[in-house]
């Protein structure tokens, strides 16, 4: 079976891994660990574990288990001192403290969940995210950068991790070993370069023999990616691969219906459009349709799966595919 | 295989369900549902949860898990929001919320622990614990009695559930295939007593042809029964029996080390005195080792099966054991 390896954090980890998942392949989750939000930041603040957010999503993704379970896993409490933190953070917390190790607990959590494949913590290490805006302002955590507080008119020009944080050894032989290397849709700056930031894990991706895919955001996100097409996506993350290139970049090939896109210009979020023509691109674009059809203008799963594993498998049976045709 | 049921609440049907699982019998736990102490009170409060606590130490008692998930499930968070509250009571609690139903959130929390037989909490009414003193004085809430806040020295006359609850239907089912119903050791009027009170269960009993014995405490308890024997014990089970009469009352053998008495009358325990030459009392006496030799006294988990699952199968070897030796 080919090893894939999907790296990520938020929602657009949770549609691809869920697609994947019905595949006979190999497949190791590498998860984002800088989360500060909500129930993950209750829990980090008041009982000093790691942020189990992420970590949930990506196992309640690869779960075999019944519904119930997985609906358990998601459950949030509604009112009192419980309020708001989800079951699942509290069962990897809860694991945490028991076993005194966060990757332990992962793996207890898994088996209780029946996962596919495996769950990764990118790093075992305690760390924040910061952002510095193009005028030179640092934001502190990633709760502060996901949900812009900031003038959402400043770009980003960098971010880092404080204080650094050394990979552990299970994410980086997933990427040793990887025939595939996904890197998957969401949160540019707070949930998919978080991973790359972590030391250890560019260097890995760099040396490994994988093909390496970008399945690209669908729409920008206020106050982290305004205005950004395919390729300042793509330039984004290389900056921070230390010189590995994206092979290929999977796009959709349409807008979203004219009532989403009003709906989703509400929210200042606009179609990540690709740019025409480029003859001298680095990567090879695979630009097709991978969206759901339904209420949200967002990946699906078994769209964007089957592209993927094409890509493990069928790399020629790519050029079949429309392309470039917006 | 026979069927044996085990009525009670806290750590004695803890200790008497974890000796019996090892043996191949049927095994139902009724539990009381009129706890509303600690981590399970809060719930109560502010989510309007039932019970969870004394379902969750039934769960453990006869999960056959690694140590792992029963650890999990005792386990107790620290600090902020969640400091106080058992790991166990929010898996449940969580579980009822999303299925809307206790019962099947007990069998799902059953499967994830793999218990061996099963747990059945006696009521799904939401109901209270009252006692009414000597003096005429109630005490409302289980932990107002279960902690004595009143005067120690009055007794217990009467207790009772408000509002009144009915047995669920497996209660009733489990006591009506019984061939051996165990009243288990612990709190007499906040952990065996109050499932009495549910209304049907009493009745299934009377009317039940299983052998009934009644494990006696070892110790005494300030505040609910100082001064008791095994008599005291017993005339008071049942006052709430309807009629019924105990068969089988299993009692200790020995006195505590001098030490752990002096431990045990510091926090106003006594052992408990079986009355001696009683040829008329009307039930018979089994009086063995069956307490631990560790650093409690208490009953051991396995010499108590041993006795237990004797009753069940060779009801004329009893006659060889040591009785009223003391």
Known sequence: MKNIVVIGGGTGTYITLTGLKEYPVNLSAIVAMSDSGGSTGILRDELGALPPGDIRRALVALSQSPQIMRDLFNYRFQNG????????????????????????????????????????????????????????????????????????????????????????????????????????????????????????????????????????????????????????????????????????????????SKKLLAKYRKEKKEPVLVPKNKKNRAYKLIRTDIASAKQYFRHDSYKLARILIMLTEFENVLSFLETEKR
């Open 81 to 256: 001192g419980l309020g708001g933190h989800s079951f699942g953070n509290l069962f990897l917390t809860a694991l945490e403290k028991i076993t005194g190790d966060f990757e332990k607990a992962v793996e207890e959590a898994g088996k209780v969940l029946s996962i596919r494949g495996q769950v990764i913590p990118v790093t075992k290490d305690s760390t924040h995210l910061h952002a510095i805006l193009e005028d030179g302002t640092e934001i502190s955590g990633e709760t502060n950068i996901d949900i812009p507080k900031h003038n959402g008119h400043l770009r980003i020009s960098k971010v880092k991790l404080k204080p650094k944080a050394r990979a552990t050894k299970a994410a980086i032989d997933a990427i040793k070993n990887a025939d595939l290397i996904v890197l998957s849709p969401g949160d540019l700056f707070t949930s998919l370069i978080p991973n790359l930031l972590v030391s250890g894990i560019s260097e890995a991706i760099k040396k490994s023999r994988a093909r390496l895919v970008y399945a690209c955001n669908l729409t920008t996100k206020h106050g982290e990616t305004d205005g950004f097409d395919a390729d300042d996506f793509v330039k984004n993350i290389e900056k921070y691969l230390g010189g590995r290139k994206i092979d290929y970049v999977v796009a959709h090939n349409d807008f979203p």
